[in-house]
């Protein structure tokens, strides 16, 4: 099934992204940010709502706006553009709660075959870092664009 | 005649954003980055991206 993406904005770094989601609840902006850290290429991906009364982001709030899959779709669409400006990159990421952490999972899982022509996918695992493997339980991935 | 199903997928448009470029110098998600620089720490990054690449 194909799955579509929303429109998305971007900083002139490409290291946070924004979109709108537009499902049950309304029009809730979501905000993706890449985040380098101590070593070099190594990037953070974190994920949440804008709150539009303050401004602020939020990775803790829960939206069930029903477009989850449409959301995880664009988060990914952002990973590749990412990797296109920073070919390098290794792209760490987790949920903010188990259950968002399983979703990831889920969503990674349903796109395996499509995700390991372009990218290394890595779960980790007790403080180890495994090859994914689809409906394995994992509390957080790391991600890397092949060199194609 | 039956309607076909589209199954073909909308890709959304990038765009860039001034508004955007505030967040250049902020941390958004503090807490996964800590959680990021503690499995950088403690696990550090996988062997078989070494003997992938």
């Known amino acids: 099934m194909a799955i579509d993406n929303y429109d998305v904005k971007y900083s002139s770094n490409l290291m946070t992204f924004e979109f709108v989601s537009e499902g049950i609840k309304g029009k809730i902006t979501k905000v993706v940010q890449y985040t380098p850290r101590g070593l070099k290429n190594f990037y953070n991906l974190g994920f949440g709502d804008k709150k539009e009364e303050t401004g602020e982001v939020d990775d803790m709030i829960i939206t069930d706006n029903g477009d989850s899959k449409k959301v995880l779709a664009t988060v990914a669409s952002t990973v590749y553009r990412f990797t296109e400006k920073y070919p390098d990159a290794m792209i760490y990421a987790t949920g903010s709660t188990k259950s968002r952490t399983r979703m990831y999972r889920i969503g990674i899982s349903n796109n395996l075959k499509d995700i390991r022509k372009d990218f290394f996918v890595f779960g980790l695992k007790n403080n180890q870092w495994h090859d994914f493997e689809a409906d394995k339980e994992y509390e957080g991935f790391l991600v890397v664009r092949k060199k194609n | ?53």
């Open chain 2, 1 to 53: 005649m039956e309607a076909k199903e589209n199954t073909k997928k909308k890709k959304g448009t990038f765009k860039y954003s001034k508004k955007l470029d505030k967040y250049r110098e902020k941390i958004l998600f503090p807490k996964k980055v800590e959680k990021a620089d503690e499995v950088l720490r403690k696990v550090g990054l996988p062997k078989q991206l070494f003997k992938s690449s």
